[in-house]
């Protein structure tokens, strides 16, 4: 793709791509492990609004053995108190921008690629939407750069280190892979073959790059008016936005997220599968950090706000029916 697996000819892109996989699902696991244990979740889950009213860590609470509270609370305690500031979210979305900027190029590379195989790059359907794809995440990184420098409160909360690192090595990935499943296939198969002319490949593969289009501009531009709403409260209250009242969400922007995700996911997939194995798994990933973090979210709001429990109740977490 794009000649992209001119890039992997020195390196095992089998390799690269189940490291890759088992990083989003090792990632997800442990979020699943550090939310189901009491003792784990208090310390090391609650992040900004929710950690500043968050009761610490209860004893009571605990389903660890004695003899391993005993041993592990003092440590669990110390790694708990090593935090960043919030703030530091855009950095998330800078590394994102700047990967996405470098595969970008890497990509087009002109002075190599000018204009044969550059014309070439774009009449193969997987090469096409592949570029696209790039192109999008590179818009959501700036989009969501945009937002933590301009929209967004400043705020003095601090989140664990842990969130930051896994951040800044999710968005690192994610820039590999949402290509590198191509590549690799691309690298074992023969070389692509430019399709000229209107076929019914063309015809399908147009609509799947404007239906995904079209839902990630979407989701992007709701993402953004949930950002700028909740931006513009001057204290938290349960959000009364036409949006969250609309989708019934706790959450709807954690939604619109992985919505996002999932055009992705379709758009990278080669030849007339429906989805890019590899984004799926970031995208799974996605799914469970953000159900997660809206689940505690809507537990939190029930606490917080008794006299609107039985509204916050009726509300889903993220995904419509679903959550």
Same mark, same amino acid.
């Given at each position: ?16 791509? &189940?490291?890759?996989? @088992? ?12 939310? $189901?244990? /009491? ?7 609650? !992040? ?8 610490? !860590? ?9 003899? $391993?509270? #005993?041993? $592990? ?29 470098? &595969?970008?190029? @890497? ?17 193969? /359907?997987? +090469? ?12 959501? *990184?700036?989009?969501? =750069?945009?937002?933590?420098?301009? %929209? ?7 989140? &664990?280190? *842990?969130? !930051? ?37 063309? #015809? ?30 001057? +204290? ?8 969250? +009242?609309?989708?019934?969400? %706790?959450?709807?922007?954690? *939604? ?17 599968? #429906? =989805? ?23 537990? &939190? ?9 039985? +509204? ?6 993220? =995904?419509?029916?679903?959550?």
């Amino acid at each position: 793709m794009g000649y992209d697996h001119d890039l992997l000819k020195d390196y095992n892109p089998d390799v690269i791509v &189940w490291s890759i996989r @088992a990083f989003y699902i090792f990632a997800s696991y442990a979020i699943l492990i550090v939310r $189901f244990i /009491p003792d784990l979740r208090s310390r090391f889950l609650n !992040y900004g609004a929710r950690a500043d009213s968050a009761a610490r !860590y209860d004893i009571k609470d605990s389903v660890l053995p004695r003899w $391993f509270r #005993i041993q $592990f609370d003092p440590v669990l305690d110390w790694l708990a108190d090593i935090t960043v500031p919030h703030s530091w979210f855009r950095h998330f979305y800078i590394c994102s921008s700047l990967c996405s900027a470098y &595969w970008l190029f @890497a990509h087009l590379n002109l002075a190599h690629y000018f204009p044969s195989a550059f014309e070439l790059s774009l009449t193969n /359907p997987w +090469e096409y939407r592949t570029m696209w794809a790039r192109l999008l995440l590179q818009l959501q *990184g700036l989009r969501r =750069l945009y937002e933590c420098v301009h %929209v967004a409160k400043p705020s003095r909360s601090r989140m &664990w280190v *842990g969130h !930051y690192v896994i951040g800044i090595a999710f968005y690192v990935v994610t820039d590999v892979a949402i290509w590198i499943e191509p590549a690799l296939e691309a690298k074992m198969s023969s070389p692509p073959v430019g399709i000229r002319g209107i076929t019914p490949l063309v #015809i399908l593969d147009a609509a799947r790059v404007t239906a995904c289009i079209l839902i990630f501009f979407y989701s992007s531009y709701k993402q953004y008016q949930v950002h700028a709403y909740l931006a513009g409260l001057k +204290e938290y209250r349960v959000p009364d936005h036409p949006i969250f +009242e609309d989708t019934n969400l %706790v959450c709807p922007h954690y *939604g619109y997220e992985v919505n996002i995700y999932v055009a992705l996911t379709m758009l990278t997939a080669r030849d007339t599968r #429906i =989805l890019n194995t590899t984004m799926l798994c970031a995208t799974s990933f996605v799914v469970i950090n953000l159900g997660v973090t809206a689940d505690m979210t809507k537990k &939190w709001q029930m606490q917080k706000f008794p006299k609107q429990r039985p +509204e916050i109740a009726k509300r889903r977490r993220m =995904l419509g029916s679903i959550w």
